[in-house]
T-cell receptor, first 112, second 112 residues
Framework: NAGVTQTPKFRVLKTGQSMTLLCAQDMNHEYMYWYRQDPGMGLRLIHYSVGEGTTAKGEVPDGYNVSRLKKQNFLLGLESAAPSQTSVYFC???????????FGPGTRLTVL | QQQVKQSPQSLIVQKGGISIINCAYENTAFDYFPWYQQFPGKGPALLIAIRPDVSEKKEGRFTISFNKSAKQFSLHIMDSQPGDSATYFCAASNQAGTALIFGKGTTLSVSS
């Protein structure tokens, strides 16, 4: 099992450009999450999904959109990137609420 | 606003010493308290977790102490080793909640 995988690993964008981050899990987990990690800020939840076809906002959803068309995939989109979105993005999945979350290796995004 | 407050922000311990990281929470509905370990360039990984029906949980050199009345929990690393040098995050959630609420992290450095 690969667990949780994320693509790409690194990306540099110019302000105003768009991109999609892909998260895939092969553990048949219902729940999936997108976090961003910034120095001294811990992990902050952007959006999450409790099952295929569902999405919900987390703590810092502005400027991001998500989709969960297939159970194993959770996409994070930036429609018009801003320097404030420079961060490391982590995807995670869990079998159900209140249980261990399994994290991917992260995507380091720089917006110039 | 649900919060988990973590301290200290950084910690330096000598090899063989005891590392102690503390967290405090506000929401009495929280019922799951995990600790995650993160090495540079990697995603967080679950280290140990506790539920409020017990006051202590031990796994090898790692122990969680939980004080429900004080709304505090802590991670103790006995016989700290250089390989334990990492960032540690406490977190909390409940079955009816959205996702894990993370502390801001503690960077542990174990000197040899």
């Amino acid at each position: 099992n690969a667990g949780v995988t994320q693509t790409p690993k690194f990306r540099v964008l110019k302000t105003g450009q768009s991109m999609t981050l892909l998260c895939a899990q092969d553990m048949n987990h219902e729940y999936m999450y997108w976090y961003r990690q910034d120095p001294g800020m811990g992990l902050r939840l952007i959006h999450y999904s409790v099952g295929e076809g569902t999405t919900a906002k987390g703590e810092v959803p502005d400027g991001y959109n998500v989709s969960r068309l297939k159970k194993q995939n959770f996409l994070l989109g930036l429609e018009s990137a801003a320097p404030s979105q420079t961060s490391v993005y982590f995807c995670a999945s869990s079998p159900r609420q209140g249980n261990e979350q399994f994290f991917g290796p992260g995507t380091r995004l720089t917006v110039l | 606003q649900q919060q988990v407050k973590q301290s200290p922000q950084s910690l330096i311990v000598q090899k063989g010493g005891i590392s102690i990281i503390n967290c405090a929470y506000e929401n009495t509905a929280f019922d799951y308290f995990p600790w995650y370990q993160q090495f540079p360039g990697k995603g967080p990984a679950l280290l140990i977790a506790i539920r409020p029906d017990v006051s202590e949980k031990k796994e090898g050199r790692f122990t969680i102490s939980f004080n429900k009345s004080a709304k505090q929990f802590s991670l103790h690393i006995m016989d700290s080793q250089p390989g334990d040098s990492a960032t540690y995050f406490c977190a909390a959630s409940n079955q009816a909640g959205t996702a894990l609420i993370f502390g801001k992290g503690t960077t542990l450095s174990v000197s040899s």
